[in-house]
């Protein structure tokens, strides 16, 4: 497709469980970022890969929060055990060199309930 | 984790009206951004501004870059329906560091 892609669109997870949300970014964009929308707020920043290092991970609010992208085109963010206060909308956004420049996907609905 | 200082938190106007709104910070960033958000969609580029006082126009919007790097300026002239939405603005710190700030966003409503 021609813009950002994630899925799934929606997840529900009971508390403690696992989850993993995918990010398709844009054909040959190098630089990927991942962002967590809290309900009401304006996106945090979580972390940053150009192609498949991750050059800042300062975001990531806990060791439970992982993310990966070992090809340097689709990224996976990991949550494990995941808690209610992880409920928020993640958003991937995709860009040719600067972040001026990013796309955003739709973004991943999060619920733990 | 830190976040823009936007105002007015959210406005209701009627269509036909001008729109203003700021955004403050207590650092100095290098790139001020401005961004809308529709519900269910993840936000969209309006403008970027790269340079201290630099004033962008892009169709019915303009943005400034304040003079001393901690404040950003959103116009929008003559409201139409599709400008119902949340705008965020977002700073870019330094060259080299590319996490961005957003603004805690400004709701504009337009009134029938």
């Known amino acids: 497709g021609a813009g950002v892609s994630q899925s799934p669109r929606y997840k529900v997870a009971k508390r403690g469980q696992d989850v993993a949300l995918r990010c398709d970014p844009i054909s040959g964009h190098v630089s990927l970022f991942w962002y967590q929308q809290a309900l009401g707020q304006g996106p945090e920043f979580l972390t940053y890969f150009q192609n498949e290092a991750q050059l800042d991970k300062s975001g990531l609010p806990s060791d439970r929060f992982f993310a990966e992208r070992p090809e340097g085109s689709v990224s996976t963010l990991k949550i494990q055990r995941t808690q209610q206060e992880d409920s928020a909308v993640y958003l991937c956004?995709?860009?040719?060199?600067?972040?001026?420049?990013?796309?955003f996907g739709q973004g991943t609905r999060l619920t733990v309930v | 984790g830190q976040q823009l200082n936007q105002s007015p938190q959210s406005m209701f106007i009627q269509e036909g009206e001008d729109v203003s709104m700021n955004c403050t910070s207590s650092s100095i960033f290098n790139t001020w951004l401005w961004y809308k958000q529709d519900p269910g969609e993840g936000p969209v580029l309006l403008i970027a501004l790269y340079k201290a006082g630099e004033l962008t126009s892009n169709g019915r919007l303009t943005a400034q870059f304040g003079i001393t790097r901690k404040d950003s300026f959103l116009n929008i002239s003559a409201s139409i329906p599709s400008d119902v939405g949340i705008y965020f603005c977002a700073g870019l710190a330094n060259f080299g560091n590319e996490k961005l700030t957003f603004g805690t966003g400004t709701r504009l409503t337009i009134i029938p």
């Open positions: 956004a995709s860009s040719s060199y600067r972040n001026t420049e990013a796309f």
